[in-house]
């Protein structure tokens, strides 16, 4: 059975969801994958419902959540001279003159990854930073290090009910398509027309480490490219101070960021807090402005060799 199959039958026994409940179990699984912890290490039937269906209860055990724009001014700047959709296919055209020629990688190899994360916080002004550091099996079958907020992780190879969603391992994502519009509907998984989890499956790709196959990064931008709604925020700074344009889903408060001039895909923007449930409506305290700059990534022969 493939996962499309197994999402309609899952949801055919689910009542319909609330837009507050949709958005809640979305956040609570944005959560799982940037808290500490295995991102993703889900069996396959749980993970396939937190994504679909799921409950507003998932959403409210605490943690970190990420806030919606309708919970901030909505009028920040936007850049007039270039859309949404353009900036995407500028960006998808740049990753893919940049990933001509690159090998394969061996199925025993990993993929290292360097990221610079600054986090500020609202109330003073107080910041935080990290510099992150991973280490991702290329198939799944060995075991990672992975670094968060600072924190090192010796990660096991997926078992047997595990899964990652988006795939990690490079044979998996191999097999997904590279035509956007049919990364699009793969991406909104078998949700006719359900871009907000087109876009958070999306950004996904991106905040845990994989290899990427020959166009694939490149057809995720012109597949978000093709969501109505999307935007635009200029004057936007990365972690490591590089200009950028951000390209962000109304709804939502986390944001691919790429460069002024280049516009290569420089990281994610996150605004967020903790979570608490108040008179049965969540509500963020503590919140944040975060910034995960992709400083560096290339294919190593082992666990602690950088490229």
Do not use: C
């Amino acid at each position: 059975m493939d996962d499309l199959t197994a999402v309609r039958e899952l949801e055919a026994d689910v009542a319909p969801l609330t837009d507050e409940a949709r958005f809640a179990a979305r956040a609570r699984l944005w959560r799982a994958v940037l808290q500490e912890g295995r991102p993703g290490a889900l069996s396959r039937r749980l993970m396939l419902r937190v994504a679909v269906a799921g409950t507003a209860a998932a959403a409210v055990a605490g943690g970190v959540v990420v806030a919606t724009r309708s919970e901030r001014d909505a009028d920040s700047p936007r850049m007039a001279t270039l859309s949404a959709a353009e900036l995407l296919h500028k960006a998808a055209a740049r990753t893919r003159a940049d990933g001509a020629g690159m090998p394969v990688p061996r199925d025993d190899q990993y993929l290292y990854t360097k990221t610079y994360i600054s986090r500020t916080y609202v109330k003073d002004g107080r910041t935080k930073t990290w510099t992150d550091e991973s280490w991702t099996s290329v198939d799944g079958s060995k075991p990672s290090r992975r670094q968060e907020y600072g924190k090192v992780h010796n990660d096991p190879p997926l078992g047997e009910h595990e899964v990652m969603w988006p795939p990690t391992e490079y044979a998996a994502l191999a097999k997904w398509p590279t035509d956007p519009d049919e990364l699009l509907e793969r991406l909104r998984m078998g949700q006719d027309g359900d871009d907000r989890t087109a876009f958070v499956n999306a950004i996904q790709f991106f905040v845990v480490p994989r290899v990427m196959p020959p166009g694939l990064e490149a057809a995720s931008f012109e597949a978000v490219a093709r969501i109505p709604g999307i935007r635009i925020d200029r004057g936007v700074v990365d972690a490591l101070g590089r200009q950028g344009i951000a390209v962000s889903y109304p709804e939502f408060d986390f944001a691919f960021l790429f460069d002024t001039k280049t516009y290569a895909y420089l990281g994610l923007n996150v605004d967020g807090g903790t979570g608490e449930l108040v008179d049965g409506r969540m509500k963020l305290r503590d919140r944040y402005h975060e910034l995960r700059a992709r400083a560096e990534s290339g294919v190593v022969d082992r666990v602690g060799q950088r490229p």
